[in-house]
């Protein structure tokens, strides 16, 4: 299945590095997300995009950091990562923002060393 | 209290039983309902929407009861295949937020 991909796949990264998850959703939906998954704890939302416009920050720390350029793509720009953000991040679509069920993309998992 | 509470399991049920998940809710405005699956080291995939009346696809059946806030999945005739995580999902509030509050999964595994 090709609706949502993700770039790259997997990551391994320093605590001083820069680096940017790509999230691309071929739906033509609306709504464009991102999430984490650690071990053992429920996918925490991160952001909301809807029509291009961020509508939720969960309170997610400033080294995070969205972009939107159109609704098709997503991008996550990392930088300054700790240890504990070491997870799968996954990216997610919808066809708007009302509750619409949603369809993953297949993650990036990432390691912070 | 959690969004979303579920059984964590693990459920390790025979190939060709019935197992059945509940999934209980905290916010009585949500108004959409689902249930995902997950499979090892991969992404959450819709296996169904809830509907108020009930709703059957094949071997699943998913039910609703907004009285107690519950959800349950019933899985008929087990196959191996079957074997996963079963995410809980509801959404927001009636407003039409975007959120969605995921569970943390009921762990499946099917036995030959």
């Known amino acids: 299945e090709t609706g949502v991909t993700q770039t790259p796949r997997h990551l391994v990264m320093g605590m001083t590095n820069k680096k940017s998850l790509k999230c691309e959703q071929h739906?033509?939906?609306?709504?464009m997300y991102w999430y984490k998954q650690s071990a053992k704890k429920p996918l925490e939302l991160m952001f909301v995009?809807?029509?291009?416009?961020?509508?939720e920050n969960n309170s997610v720390p400033s080294r995070f950091s969205p972009e939107c350029p159109n609704s098709s793509h997503l991008f996550l720009h990392l930088h300054t990562l700790q240890p504990e953000d070491s997870a799968l991040y996954l990216c997610?679509?919808?066809?708007?923002?009302?509750?619409?069920?949603?369809?993953f993309g297949p993650g990036t998992r990432l390691t912070v060393t | 209290r959690k969004e979303v509470e579920q059984d964590p399991g693990p459920f390790n049920v025979p190939e060709g039983a019935t197992v059945a998940f509940n999934c209980t809710y905290s916010n009585s405005a949500s108004q959409s309902f689902f249930w995902y699956r997950q499979d090892c080291r991969k992404e959450p995939k819709l296996l169904m929407s809830?509907?108020?009346s009930g709703n059957e696809d094949g071997r699943f059946t998913a039910q609703l009861n907004r009285a107690s806030q519950y959800i349950s999945l019933l899985i008929r005739d087990s196959k191996l295949s079957d074997s996963a995580t079963y995410l809980c999902?509801?959404?927001?509030?009636?407003?039409?937020?975007?959120?969605?509050?995921f569970g943390t999964g009921t762990r499946l595994t099917v036995i030959p």
């Open positions: 809830v509907y108020s």
């Open positions: 995009y809807n029509f291009k416009e961020q509508t």
């Open positions: 999902v509801v959404s927001k509030d009636q407003t039409g937020a975007n959120n969605l509050f």
């Open positions: 997610a679509s919808s066809h708007t923002g009302g509750g619409d069920e949603q369809y």
């Open positions: 739906l033509g939906h609306n709504a």
